[in-house]
């Protein structure tokens, strides 16, 4: 049959509380333009983020009732460990509350300084961790993936040929090189085998540890399964091993192809920087054999792990968001394609090309989308992205001004989507009508998270 269907069936509903667009329009002014400071329950659709917004499965629930909650060697962190290591490969797990947890741990224990970190697309908390410890984070992406409305089947790729020359370049500074699967920020785009294969080698040939960013990890081999010659035949988990044997250490959200609600995890192959790791995460997190997280979230992750690998989940996981973006490109609607993984990422700077950059485009549209229809999605561009020089005062623009719609998993049905696809092209009939803003409150790292803004007078 041409339609696929949600292989699953809904046990548990929560309600949506309507709004209309005044009550709508105070929301925000008191939020300060901010998608972030809105409560949820004014939000109709929620497509901030896929992190952690999961619906759980009736074997989670019933998993979440198994939880140990022993302080130490709990059964819970057991099951866990064996499954991570089951798909990973990796002899050395560390669980942590999130993924941005796992980060800070690894970067803390390869800090020098001078210290630089190479990506194809580092997000924001890896950037704001590295950075946090005044070292550098370069991206790499390859050029097509820097054309939202250019084709390409693995656009998630790291530029080779400029890796070669960053490492030749920066020599034993360089202390790793990152793969973020799939890619998020470049648009939820994946990372074929034969590049992370690449990237890889080229990293071990200067002595940069080899890491690799699970968060979507499922989606990335599912990718590959459907795009990649060779892939064709074997299984998501055979793929997903195959990526994870590539690389000498891995973190993951947990919160995202874990299908859980929290959590994440460390892996390492190397006792050393698992010794330094875990005297951190007593510090920060907790006992090695929790890290921050309750038995009963180690109990979801597991399970989650297992059921986010069924290829049926997949199939439907990945044509939900292609369904969403033939409907918005039917009606003109700018956005990167093809459509990642996990979300819609529209294209702010051609959808409101009137709108100067230095008045956040892609915070205007994802505040019209709120207004219109009640859909919360985040701004990926300036004001997640920008860097103010210092010494001119400038903002250096980073190289695309997205507006992301990050797809809950297994939480909203088609209705859901074809009524946000209605609100994106009203909005789009009558985007010239749309004003910029200006920002009144930044900090001085993820300022996305907290900023403020106002109309711009102009």
């Known amino acids: 049959m041409k339609t696929i269907i949600e292989p699953f069936k809904i046990k548990s509903v929560e309600p949506i509380r309507m709004t209309t667009r005044e009550e709508r329009e105070g929301i925000l002014a008191e939020a300060g333009y901010n998608l972030f400071l809105v409560r949820a329950e004014d939000v109709l659709i929620d497509f901030l983020t896929d992190s952690g917004t999961s619906s759980m499965s009736s074997e989670q629930w019933a998993a979440v009732m198994r939880g140990d909650e022993s302080y130490a060697g709990a059964r819970s962190f057991y099951r866990f460990d064996e499954r991570v290591r089951s798909i990973t ?44 410890l005044n070292d550098e984070a370069i991206d790499l992406p390859i050029p097509e993936a820097l054309v939202p409305a250019r084709m390409h089947p693995f656009k998630g790729n790291i530029d080779l040929e400029k890796l070669a020359a960053t490492l030749a370049r920066h020599g034993d500074r360089v202390r790793a ?202 701004e990926i561009g300036t004001v997640m992205f920008g860097k103010r020089d210092p010494e001119s005062g400038r903002t250096r623009h980073p190289a695309m001004e997205l507006v992301r719609l990050a797809i809950p998993r297994r939480v909203y049905t088609q209705s859901h989507v074809d009524f946000a696809a209605e609100v994106i092209l009203e909005v789009h009939q009558r985007r010239t009508e749309l004003r910029g803003l200006r920002m009144t409150y930044e900090a001085p790292f993820l300022r996305h998270f907290t900023a403020r803004f106002e109309p711009h007078p102009a």
């Open 89 to 132: 490969g990796f002899p050395i797990v560390i669980p942590t509350h999130q993924g941005r947890a796992a980060e800070k741990i690894l970067f803390h224990v390869l800090h020098r300084d001078g210290a630089i970190y190479i990506g194809n697309t580092h997000f924001d908390t890896t950037r704001a961790n590295i950075e946090q």
């Open 177 to 378: 090189v990152i793969m973020t699967v799939t890619n998020n920020s470049g648009g939820g785009q994946p990372v074929s085998m034969e590049n992370l294969r690449e990237a890889f080698r080229l990293a071990r040939s200067h002595g940069a540890l080899c890491v690799i960013d699970a968060c979507r990890f499922a989606e990335n081999a599912y990718f590959i399964q459907q795009r990649e010659p060779g892939y064709e035949r074997k299984s998501v988990l055979e793929i997903a091993r195959e990526m994870f044997s590539l690389a000498d250490a891995s973190t993951m959200s947990a919160k995202k192809d874990g299908l859980a609600n929290i959590g994440g995890f460390l892996t390492l192959r190397d006792e050393d920087l698992a010794a330094q790791a875990r005297n951190l995460l007593i510090l920060t997190e907790g006992f090695p054999t929790y890290g921050g997280m309750a038995g009963r979230d180690m109990e979801a992750i597991a399970q989650g792990l297992q059921e986010v690998l069924a290829e049926d989940y997949l199939r439907y996981r990945i044509r939900s968001v292609e369904y969403f973006s033939e409907k918005l490109q039917s009606g003109g609607v700018p956005m990167i394609l093809p459509p990642g993984g996990h979300a819609i990422y529209l294209d702010a700077a051609a959808f409101l090309e009137h709108i100067p950059r230095e008045q956040f485009p892609g915070q205007v549209l994802a505040n019209e989308l709120f207004l219109a229809g009640g859909i919360r999605g985040v």
